[in-house]
Nanobody, 120 residues
Framework: QVQLVESGGGLVQAGGSLRLSCALS????????MGWFRQAPGKEREFVAF????????RYADSVKGRFTVSRDNIKNTMYLQMNSLKPEDTAVYYC?????????????WGQGTQVTVSL
């Protein structure tokens, strides 16, 4: 059974930092391209960041470029999202996804989400 478990969310003041983690079990981690998404109340889920299986391809949403950094540790089967200079508009439930597709445009597995709240 494949499981993705996010952790590291919480409440932080604007300008602060958080690091999210996403641990994969039940599947070979290096088979998977990985991504972060988020969903704010009343809005659709949106793409945040992508990292390929070996870390050689990375993409970010324009809204987080220069503030967020995605990384992965293929020994620990874990992906990370370092979030700096957080803004209230970053408030959302953050989800990680695992994609078995080379493009990484479709995701096969999802985590349950972790809440990030940024206060003024």
């Amino acid at each position: 059974q494949v499981q993705l478990v996010e952790s590291g969310g919480g409440l932080v003041q604007a300008g602060g930092s958080l690091r999210l983690s996403c641990a994969l079990s039940g599947r070979t981690f290096t088979d998977c391209n990985m991504g972060w998404f988020r969903q704010a109340p009343g809005k659709e889920r949106e793409f945040v960041a992508f990292i390929s299986w070996g870390g050689g391809r990375i993409r970010y949403a324009d809204s987080v470029k220069g503030r967020f950094t995605v990384s992965r540790d293929n020994i620990k089967n874990t992906m990370y999202l370092q979030m700096n200079s957080l803004k209230p508009e970053d408030t959302a439930v953050y989800y990680c996804g695992a994609s078995l597709r080379a493009s990484g445009n479709e995701y096969d597995y999802w985590g349950q989400g972790t809440q990030v709240t940024v206060s003024l």
